[in-house]
């Protein structure tokens, strides 16, 4: 199975660079800083390659900028314990970053196991996720045959400061400790998250949710630039209940936290979501560019790259 998820992967990835030119990506690095960053505080713990934000009270983003995925993991801390979620690409050292911001035993819950969030997680030793056959396939890292278009130079910005190259570059194993489920609750000391399963991107994808504030970690579900639609796990009918459940949900949130780009959004942008996708799933809109017969379609701030079977949704 483990070289099947690979194979699904590198499928998917061989249109790659026609798929960030197609979103915009590939000129990603004249578009740096983004203006959504000017207005949060940048933590001394920042280096080379991770810029790190306060962006609460008690939650950093750990902002990787200068790669294509622009991917942001968050440390989330209570009194007693820590809770990363998401690790990045595994492109430099993330334990590294962490152990500057907290002292704290720290438990790793991955939004999903896309190989841009689960990059660093060797490198700590309690993981927790939902149990689907993806999430344990992944646990057995890629190839550098599926991820090294990752280091590649229209995916930099700048090199890595470690060294790290297009040849070598794999996503390492590592171990699933515990599992999750819809309606857990993790208590970090003072402060409790909820886990909600929300399927759609993958199968195994989750949110978490602190009600006392209102915030909303959201993962790849949704983030202010191209959401990624199209992968061998996507299953849009899920994605279709997901969103149905989140704009429920929206009217209690205050904070939005996706997992790239920029980290803090405006939990009324998830109706204007929802409505976009249906328009997309439901009518015959024609998508605003196909390329190697992915569509994609553009909205304010936003947009779906998605497979040729995307109207598969008729109802």
């Known amino acids: 199975m483990r070289l099947s998820v690979a194979a699904f992967l590198l499928s998917a990835l061989t249109a790659a660079p026609n798929l960030h030119a197609q979103a915009d990506i590939a000129n990603f690095c004249s578009k740096l800083p983004r203006p959504a960053y000017g207005a949060l505080e940048k933590r001394a713990e920042s280096n080379e390659w ?23 993991s968050y440390l989330i801390e209570g009194e007693d314990r820590a809770l990363l979620f998401d690790t990045g690409n595994g492109i430099e050292d993330i334990k590294a970053v962490v152990d500057r911001l907290t002292d704290k035993p720290v438990t790793v819950i991955n939004s999903h196991s896309h190989y841009d ?22 646990e057995h890292g890629l190839p550098n045959a599926v991820v090294r278009e990752e280091l590649s130079q229209p995916a930099l910005c ?77 299953d849009l009918e899920a994605y279709r209940a997901t969103m ?31 409505a976009a996708f249906e328009k997309v799933v439901t009518t015959d809109l024609a998508p605003d560019s196909v390329e190697d017969g992915m569509a994609e379609f553009r909205f304010d701030g936003f947009s779906f790259i998605m497979r040729p079977d995307y109207r598969a949704i008729t109802d």
């Not at 991770?50 to 942001?72: H, M, S």
């Not at 060797?122 to 396939?137: A, K, N, W, Y």
């Open 50 to 72: 991770f810029e790190v934000y306060t962006v609460a009270n008690g939650v950093t983003a750990i902002y990787e900028p200068f790669q294509w995925q622009e991917v942001i």
């Open 117 to 138: 969030h689960v990059g660093g997680n060797h490198q700590f030793g309690r993981i927790l996720s939902v149990s689907t056959d993806f999430s344990h396939e992944m």
């Open 158 to 234: 700048k090199s890595p400061p470690s060294g790290a190259k297009l040849e070598t570059h794999v996503i390492k194993p590592y171990s699933i400790t515990g599992t999750l489920k819809d309606g857990d609750v993790i208590d970090l000391g003072g402060r409790t998250l909820e886990i909600l399963q929300v399927p759609g991107h993958t199968s195994d994808a989750v949110a978490l949710l602190e009600r006392d504030t209102g915030y909303l970690w959201i993962g790849d579900t949704y983030y202010n630039g191209p959401i990624w639609l199209f992968a061998p796990q996507t």
């Open 244 to 274: 149905k459940r989140l704009v429920a949900l929206a009217p209690t949130l205050t904070k939005l936290f996706p997992a790239h780009n920029t980290p803090v959004e405006n939990p009324s942008v998830l109706p204007r979501v929802q």
